[in-house]
């Protein structure tokens, strides 16, 4: 890629080779299940185990994304042999298998391997692997300026000491946020609710921080009231899985009930992210319920005896009325003032994680 790369000095694991990459005939995913216990890649060998990573949240928050696109190149790679009209049927199974792996993120998915397709019509018989690798290359790089324009918006917000709670990985977001934050000159603390059952924000936000030099503290996730009453919070911020046009925000569950202590404590709360067009409110998305086994186990270490029962929806939607501001690319928007929004043709991707 003969482009400045956007993930320069990054963290680890927001490194694009360390996202999901594809080289050889396999895409290699970092198995966020571990990390940053154990650094380990899952190799995949065909388009339906990328798909299945996906679901399994073998990565997660915005590194689906990237997996779909480098799982194309692989479904491009395992159709090399096949005549033009099979290859692109081939590529179409494994587009629809491959956006199906998350239901409530299917439209982002949806958009990603469309833009592969769109690709491999112009390269079916020569290289069409490389040219969909490239094209997924360049469309996360793409992401990454974006939301460094998000971030650019953000640091706005803050102060010159500045402490910052977090929800859930919000990905991109938090490498653009510190690096900005570095740049400017704010000497930026940040608070990360653990987020269970899968600890992103214990594991990979606190993670990034620490990474990147940043003071960071880890709480439980029945801590937040508990730490906004008692310690300096300056604002809550999040990324989302979804942001609706009416300002609704679908994103990790527990980020609702962060969203009502902060305005129980005049915290702004304010949302980043790139608002969803198709997405008119909440009840436009389909919320994701996942295994409730999931909940009786922490890092597979089951805590409950035989017979009790669990319980997980993997997102829940905050109000619009919970919502300070939503912080885009083009701006700072009123939740309510979403319509002044105008979808860039120009980026491959209309959203940013």
Known sequence: MNIKRMDEGLARMLQYENVAWYEKGCV?????????IEVKFVTCHHYTEVAQAISDMVTQSAGPYTAAGMGMALA????RLLNEKGQYQFLLNAAECIFSARPTTKDRLKQVVT???SVAKDNLGKNCDQAIFQYTLQAMNNRYARIDRVACELIKKMPKDARVMTQCFGETIIGMMIRQAQKNGINLKMVCPETRPFLQGA??????????GVDVTVITDNMPAFYMAHEKVDLFTSAADVICMDGSIINKVGTLQIAICAKYFNIPYYCTGIPDLNHPDAKSVDIEFRDPEETLSAHHIKHTLEGVKGYYPAFDITPPSLVSEIITDQGAFLPDALDGYKADQTNFYNFAV
Do not use: N, Q, V
Request: proline share 4%; hydrophobic share 40%; glycine share 4%.
């Open 28 to 36: 290699k995913i970092l198995d966020r299940r571990i990390y940053p």
């Open 203 to 212: 594991r990979f936000t606190a993670s990034c921080a620490t990474d990147m």
């Open 76 to 79: 491009a790679y395992e159709a």
């Open 115 to 117: 833009g592969c397709l």
